[in-house]
């Protein structure tokens, strides 16, 4: 059982702009560790997307940027695009656990 | 450019040990970073098992930790896992990765990945 929470799904139209939440806690995103999220396009393995809370990885295109305030983190795809379509997963250090944790992981859906 | 690919035997029987091999090319692994060891139930989420340096240093996930064993070798440019007494619970994509980050180990994010292997527990 995960303790960063993600949205199962989330949709939007070609073009639209779409948020992914990751809701932590004073264990791991609140305690100040980073947060960095992956995209998982079906039947691969997953892909680093932003690293350190907000940077990019190069070759990842610049509609995608994330976020984190207080016990939550997010990642925006701007100028959403087919090829989108994919399982995101947030990613963090936890202290109580004293390891690495995933998201729950949401599903982008390009309407 | 850097490749790691994962190997091992894709059936394994209950109560079994689980042995998987991540075969790191382009890069050498005793030079620096972390490796570590993630499984994905099929359908599921992702499950971050351990890690470790090249030294030989390991950390491993607390809820698997009594079945773990981490390892690596140098010469062979790969690293190991093993994960004792399985049952069907343990059937998963497993994958390997490097590690990457600044600072403490902490702060790592898992930078490049390899294709996953199927392991599936069963009689």
């Known amino acids: 059982q995960s303790v960063l929470t993600q949205p199962p799904s989330v949709s939007g139209a070609p073009g639209q702009r779409v948020t992914v939440s990751c809701s932590g806690s004073?264990?791991?995103?609140?305690?100040?560790?980073?947060i960095h999220w992956y995209q998982q396009l079906p039947g691969t393995a997953p892909k680093l997307l932003i690293y350190?809370?907000?940077n990019r990885p190069s070759g990842v295109p610049d509609r995608f940027s994330g976020s984190k305030s207080g016990t939550s983190a997010s990642l925006a795809i701007t100028g959403l695009q087919p090829e989108d379509e994919a399982d995101y997963y947030c990613?963090?250090?936890?202290?109580?656990?004293?390891?690495?944790?995933f998201g729950t992981g949401t599903k982008v859906a390009v309407l | 450019q850097v490749q790691l690919q994962e190997s091992g035997p894709g059936l394994v029987k209950p109560s079994e040990t689980l042995s998987l091999t991540c075969a790191v090319s382009?890069?050498?692994?005793?030079?620096?970073?972390?490796w570590g060891w993630i499984r994905q139930p099929p359908g599921k989420g992702l499950e971050w098992i351990g890690s470790?340096?090249?030294?030989?240093?390991?950390f491993y996930n607390p809820s698997l930790k009594s079945r773990v064993t981490i390892s690596v070798d140098t010469s062979k440019n790969q690293f190991s896992l093993k994960l004792s007494s399985v049952t069907a619970a343990d059937t998963a994509l497993y994958y390997c990765?490097?590690?990457?980050?600044?600072?403490?180990?902490?702060?790592?994010?898992?930078?490049?990945w390899g294709q996953g292997t199927l392991v599936t527990v069963s009689s």
């Open positions: 350190g809370n907000g």
């Open positions: 004073s264990s791991n995103i609140g305690a100040g560790y980073d």
């Open positions: 470790i340096y090249y030294s030989g240093s390991t």
């Open positions: 382009g890069y050498s692994i005793s030079t620096t970073y972390y």
């Open positions: 990765a490097r590690q990457s980050g600044s600072g403490t180990v902490v702060r790592n994010w898992f930078d490049l």
């Open positions: 990613q963090s250090y936890d202290s109580s656990l004293s390891g690495y944790v």
